[in-house]
């Protein structure tokens, strides 16, 4: 495997989710600029004896050396990734730090389907990204993120592993068909569950006189607030299901 290419088509990939500059108020990596955050930046010229600037200055062959060596090499590299799954890795190297790029890799390794390595590495990136608080704001936009490297990953994979073309195409539409379903599900789970809540919300509330209505109130609340978890739960589900969806209809496209 040419290392040199591989690196150069996997980064385009992970290039389109990373844009130009950003300085985003709820970005903890702060100020970036072709995805290489100031800190990471500034910490890499240091190293070198030049002279420290902000990030809005990196050009873009200092921004693709950075890149190969602190995100590509000790992953793809270090650990002669197959095809798709060195994808899978790098972008989640380079979104939310090597070592867990690494870890979701150790975690999901195992299969002789190296497709399904890519599907597990990036279940468990997405489900690492639900649990942040900065998920409400960048959620959406990470989710379309990992469906699309996972579709992508998953392609590569096959092809590696010597699949046709329409082979692939085949095994995408039925992914993307099964993700389509997983959404509608989980868009009816959650209308219902909605509506019980709002239904236990709108009860009426008897002034509490002894402990057990007390109780009472607090369990009606509690029921609320479950359902509003969930519904919330649910619509984060159907969002990713329907971000699947509509990567794998790209591929099979």
């Known amino acids: 495997m040419s290392v040199p290419d591989r690196f150069t088509t996997c980064h385009a990939i992970t290039a389109k989710w990373e844009g130009g500059w950003s300085d985003h108020k709820a970005d903890p990596g702060g100020k970036t600029m072709y995805g290489i955050t100031d800190a990471v930046y500034r910490d890499w010229l240091r190293k070198r004896g030049q002279p ?22 000790p992953t793809a590299v270090e650990f002669g990734l197959f095809p798709g799954v060195d994808l899978a890795v790098y972008d989640a190297a380079v979104n939310s730090g090597v070592s867990r790029g690494i870890k979701w890799l150790k975690a999901s390794a195992g299969s002789i389907d190296h497709s399904e390595t890519v599907k597990r590495i990036c279940r468990a990136r997405l489900s690492f990204m639900r649990s ?33 073309t329409p082979a692939i195409k085949v095994k995408a539409n039925k992914e993307a068909e099964a993700a389509k379903k997983q959404a509608s599900t989980a868009a009816k789970t959650a209308a219902g569950t ?5 239904a236990t919300g709108s009860a009426p509330v008897v002034e509490p006189t002894v402990a057990t209505d ?17 519904t919330v739960f649910l619509i984060a589900k159907k969002r990713a299901a329907d971000a699947r969806a509509e990567a794998y209809a790209q591929v099979a496209a």
């Open 52 to 73: 420290v600037k902000s990030v809005r200055y990196i050009s873009m062959t200092e921004a693709m050396l950075i890149y190969r060596e602190q995100y590509w090499n």
């Open 214 to 230: 007390t109780t009472m109130l607090w369990a009606l609340v509690a029921v609320f607030v479950v359902g509003l978890l969930v």
């Open 132 to 164: 942040l608080a900065i998920w409400k704001t960048f959620g959406k936009g990470w989710g379309r993120r990992v469906a699309d490297i996972e579709a992508k990953g998953v392609a590569m994979a096959l092809t590696a592993m010597g699949l046709s």
């Open 194 to 198: 909605a509506s019980t809540s709002v």
